[in-house]
């Protein structure tokens, strides 16, 4: 089936840098997108979401754009920190109400202090 | 999340057995969710449930069952039919339009 797609990449940088994570998807129908933080042995951790009619959604040092044209999805990190390191995984509803999300294999964000 | 316990943290199984892993929630949320993840992996969804007494296969359900029949609790059994159980497991809850929120996991080993 349809699946967002992401190879486990990585993503090195210096403390004190933006971040920026990107997540390609593939079900157009999908309505609703979800970014998470996951540390070594510990569940994902909910960031950020955006809905299928907005394109931009800024929280505390982090933004989600989404860009329904090429179905492509990023996560922005404001002045990287040390405890920004983790593995981040977006996620997509294309189950409606039943809100079944498929999810990325993820990006592991490494910090250099 | 301190809402969702998942015990216990580490789980091992011998060949051929059945396993059960607790998921509980004080958040009073309606739907609740197990998700499989394997190393390097994203998370795959095996069942969930939107109401009490009330659950639906996800994507790998073979091998695995689940009940829901109290609000608060939904246990997921790793049946002997699961030929490849070694993996971290996770349970997510959800109210209404929010995005699902996850416990610390089980992880699964086979002795």
């Known amino acids: 089936g349809e699946s967002v797609g992401l190879h486990l990449p990585t993503l090195s940088v210096q403390e004190g840098d933006n971040s920026i994570i990107n997540c390609a998807y593939s079900?157009?129908?999908?309505?609703?997108f979800i970014w998470y933080k996951q540390e070594s042995g510990k569940g994902p951790q909910f960031i950020i979401d955006?809905?299928?009619?907005?394109d931009k959604r800024q929280g505390q040092r982090v933004t989600v754009l989404l860009n329904k044209t090429v179905k492509h999805l990023s996560l922005q990190i404001a002045a990287t920190q040390p405890g920004d390191s983790a593995v981040y995984f977006c996620?997509?509803?294309?189950?409606?109400?039943?809100?079944?999300?498929?999810f990325g294999k993820g990006t592991l964000l490494t910090v250099n202090p | 999340d301190g809402g969702i316990t998942q015990s216990p943290k580490y789980l091992f199984r011998k060949e051929g057995q059945n396993v059960t892993l607790s998921c509980e929630q004080n958040?009073?949320?309606?739907?609740m969710y197990w998700y499989r993840q394997d190393p390097g992996q994203g998370l795959r969804l095996i069942y969930y449930?939107?109401?009490?007494?009330?659950?639906q296969k996800g994507d790998i359900a073979e091998g695995y069952s689940v009940s829901r029949e109290k609000k608060e609790s939904f246990p997921l059994t790793v049946t002997s039919a699961q030929k490849n159980p070694t993996a971290f497991y996770l349970c997510?809850?959800?109210?209404?339009?929010?995005?699902?929120?996850f416990g610390d996991g089980t992880r699964l080993s086979i002795l």
């Open positions: 997510a809850t959800r109210s209404g339009g929010q995005p699902q929120h």
């Open positions: 996620a997509e509803n294309s189950g409606g109400s039943n809100y079944k999300l498929t």
């Open positions: 958040l009073n949320h309606d739907a």
């Open positions: 449930s939107q109401i009490v007494n009330d659950f």
């Open positions: 955006i809905r299928s009619n907005m």
């Open positions: 079900n157009s129908a999908s309505d609703y």
